[in-house]
């Protein structure tokens, strides 16, 4: 007799009534998604937001229209068109929102598709009822509808952000964060704990430890701080004793093809998430998608954004809003000019050659902030350099003036790079322009920030400025140009004021 007959023979004795084949005697028991009990809460937190968001947003929009229009009293039927226009958006924008998968749990208080799902999501929702108002001859209010979609969709961001704002405050307090097992080999897998133990906000995994094939490989040794849990082998009996709800395989040449495939379908069965490190690192999601070739999935690496459209977009942009800023700012820039004059002797504005956009010399344009003869104190200071050991830097540096210390606080001694800006030698994002003599001492993984215009502003400034280390800044410089949209020097742009208002790491 086969197998399968005997597992149909004994579910046959315990169910006469309905024969059926258990699964579970073969290792594939049904799967029960579910989640926990916070995710549980957040996302009914998600849902209250969403369609608080959107009856705000309609009962605007029937304000806005009447200030505009006139009252609907006062128009047959325009009472009953907005109370419809009412009840209609709200449950349509809760339908079109969990339509574009903006409350799957993988997106929970991680990267930026929450947020892209719910613009989708508004693009869909004007479509979806411009279709119900024609196939089924319903009169929407189109004046409410035109005002209500802005504002529903900037509402609902503005609330799912504040609830991840609180959500990051929880993951750094050590809590809402999933058990995570890492899988692979020794190295792999120890680069992978690191990179999810050092952004808990984002992952928002624990990670217990690793299951590597050989637990007494020297890479461990190094590292103690990581627990070795196992071998490969064991990764599920580990799952199951500790209670973990993810497991990340890391690179392995024992941990792919067939026997990473059941090890997903033993996960499976587990109710335990999977998650596959490429082995790229530094690239952001929208540079990576999923082609087949022969049923094998492989991972395809668009080339970096630097020309095209949207880099010309970006460049246009750049002058146009710095001459508006420059012409805006030109009265604090005079203000400021006499400061810096009346505190020491010397030229207000000071000028610096920096390396550019393909290593192009230029002139970089600062408020003046030292005394005139700084340059020739340097050799004496070096030793008490504060800096990363590629730039000078110092907490207390004896050459800054009064007003130049203040100026530094705020970054305002960076406001007459606008004149680079207008002229097409900066950007007002990306790589911190370098000195010729950094240049020189590059590595060269580090010339790579020479591809892209450099910014008055970017990521390494907006992430701890001047207390970064080399290695962090150089790292952050080279993610920007590998992952560059125009969505993230918005993002950059609005977090730079943040910075600047702190005024830490400057100095």
Aim: with cysteine.
């Amino acid at each position: 007799m086969s197998i399968a007959q005997e597992a149909h023979g004994r579910t046959a004795t315990t169910s006469s009534r309905v024969p059926h084949i258990d699964l579970a005697s073969f290792g594939h028991a049904q799967v029960r998604a579910g989640l926990a009990s916070w995710e549980k809460r957040y996302r009914r937190a998600v849902v209250a937001v969403d369609a608080l968001a959107a009856v705000v947003a309609v009962v605007v929009g029937i304000l806005g229209r009447n200030a505009v229009f006139g009252s609907a009293q006062t128009i047959p039927g325009q009472v009953e068109a907005g109370r419809l226009t009412l009840v209609v958006v709200a449950l349509a924008w809760l339908v079109v929102l969990a339509h574009n998968g903006a409350y799957a749990a993988r997106y929970i208080g991680a990267g930026t598709e929450e947020y892209r799902a719910v613009t989708r999501s508004a693009v869909g929702l004007v479509a979806l009822v411009a279709f119900a108002s024609f196939a089924l001859q319903l009169e929407f209010s189109r004046g409410t509808l035109f005002l209500s979609v802005p504002v529903m969709t900037v509402t609902t961001l503005a609330g799912r952000h504040a609830l991840r704002r609180r959500l990051v405050r929880a993951r750094l307090a050590g809590r809402n964060l999933r058990p995570t097992v890492v899988v692979g080999d020794a190295r792999a897998a120890l680069e992978v704990a690191h990179r999810i133990e050092q952004d808990p906000t984002t992952t928002g995994m624990k990670v217990l430890g690793v299951c590597v094939p050989d637990p007494q490989d020297h890479a461990l040794r190094h590292d103690p701080g990581v627990k070795v849990l196992g071998t490969e082998a064991d990764a599920l009996s580990v799952v199951d004793r500790l209670g973990a709800s993810a497991v990340a395989v890391a690179s392995s040449p024992t941990m792919s093809g067939h026997a990473l495939r059941r090890l997903g379908w033993a996960l499976e069965q587990r109710d335990v998430d999977l998650l596959v490190a490429p082995g790229v690192v530094e690239v952001a999601g929208p540079r990576l998608t999923m082609r087949r070739a022969a049923g094998l999935p492989m991972l395809h690496v668009e080339r970096p954004v630097q020309s095209g459209w949207r880099y010309t977009t970006k460049l246009a942009a750049d002058r146009i809003l710095g001459a508006l800023a420059l012409l805006a700012l030109s009265p604090v820039l005079l203000t400021l000019g006499v400061m810096v004059r009346r505190d020491s002797s010397g030229p207000a504005l000071f000028r610096q050659e920096r390396v550019g956009e393909g290593g192009r010399v230029f002139s970089m344009y600062k408020f003046r902030t030292m005394v005139v003869d700084a340059d020739r104190h340097l050799a004496g200071l070096e030793m008490q350099s504060d800096g990363n050991g590629v730039l000078f830097k110092m907490r207390t540096d004896p050459r800054v003036t009064k007003v130049g210390a203040v100026l530094r606080r705020f970054s305002l001694d960076e406001l007459p790079q606008l004149i680079n800006v207008v002229r097409g030698e900066m950007s007002l994002v990306g790589p911190r322009p370098p000195l010729r003599d950094e240049v020189d001492r590059y590595e060269s993984d580090a010339v790579r920030r020479l591809r892209v215009r450099p910014g008055m502003t970017g990521l390494w400034q907006v992430s701890g400025r001047s207390d970064l280390s080399w290695v962090d800044s150089v790292r952050l410089d080279l993610w920007y140009v590998d992952n560059w949209s125009l969505a993230l020097d918005g993002q950059i742009l609005l977090r730079t004021v943040k910075a600047v208002v702190r005024g830490s790491g400057a100095y």
